[in-house]
């Protein structure tokens, strides 16, 4: 651990894998700035976070928007410190077949995911670079190796990963590291809203999951965030520019 606190932004962290990856790294002892679009959803968190003892701050930021970003960002930096760690977790699902998405399906999902992500990445990179000292963890998805229904998700969540390769490539020589991490099945309300576009019980979705994920289970957001908390961590320096899924076993 440095001698002072990192300072962590998580976007996307008001709920599921967002909110339990900001719960970890602020157990690690960083200072977490908890994003989301509505401050007072992401203030839930940031309570939590400061009632078991650590540090947190809620600001309400539409990652697609460039001067929100910006303004977040400095809000950050000027109260926390400036932030030597971010974790693009913001998302949404327009889910439809091809014949049905509309162009605002497919812009709003690519607008959240790949501009969002461009754009927190850009607003933060400025703090690291200058500070010789980053990890930047975006969160793609086992749905970028295709999924039917979701065109507009699976090519951002593809996106990312060469998004993150390029930034590794970029930004290594200045001390800052960038890796995906790709979930697989994952019980959050994301994958609740996947199980009721296809007209299934979620349950049943679930325990079909389970029965074809090798380790027998469907991942939690706690499993997530602890990949994440690795990608983040001081000893991680030398591991730039990778894509782990974390699915329960492999996956082509």
Not at 178 to 189: D, M, R, S
Not at 228 to 247: I, K, N, P, R
Request: proline share 4%.
């Amino acid at each position: 651990m440095s001698p002072t606190p990192r300072v962590a932004i998580v976007t996307g962290a008001a709920r599921g894998i967002g909110a339990a990856t900001a719960e970890r790294l602020a157990g690690e002892g960083r200072s977490v700035a908890v994003l989301d679009l509505k401050e007072s959803d992401a203030q839930e968190v940031a309570d939590r976070i400061t009632a078991a003892g650590g540090t947190a701050l809620a600001v309400g930021c539409d990652v697609s928007d460039p001067d929100q970003v910006n303004a977040a960002v400095d809000t950050v930096a000027e109260r926390l410190g400036p932030p030597a760690i971010l974790v693009n977790n913001a998302g949404v699902l327009r889910d439809n077949l091809l014949f049905k998405m509309s162009v605002e399906d497919w812009d709003t999902v690519m607008n959240v995911h790949l501009r969002g992500t461009f754009l927190m990445s850009r607003a933060a990179q400025a703090h690291m670079t200058k500070n010789g000292w980053g990890r930047i963890v975006n969160l793609s998805s086992s749905s970028a190796l295709g999924n039917r229904g979701q065109a507009n998700y699976s090519a951002a969540k593809a996106g990312l990963q060469g998004f993150t390769k390029t930034l590794a490539i970029e930004l290594g020589k200045f001390g800052v590291t960038c890796n995906a991490v790709a979930p697989g099945f994952v019980e959050t309300a994301m994958t609740r809203a996947t199980a009721e576009r296809m007209g299934v019980k979620y349950e049943d979705m679930k325990a079909f999951k389970e029965n074809e994920i090798p380790v027998r289970r469907v991942g939690l957001p706690e499993d997530i965030a602890n990949a994440v908390a690795f990608f983040t961590g001081e000893d991680a320096g030398y591991v730039s520019g990778q894509v782990l899924y974390v699915a329960g076993g492999p996956l082509d």
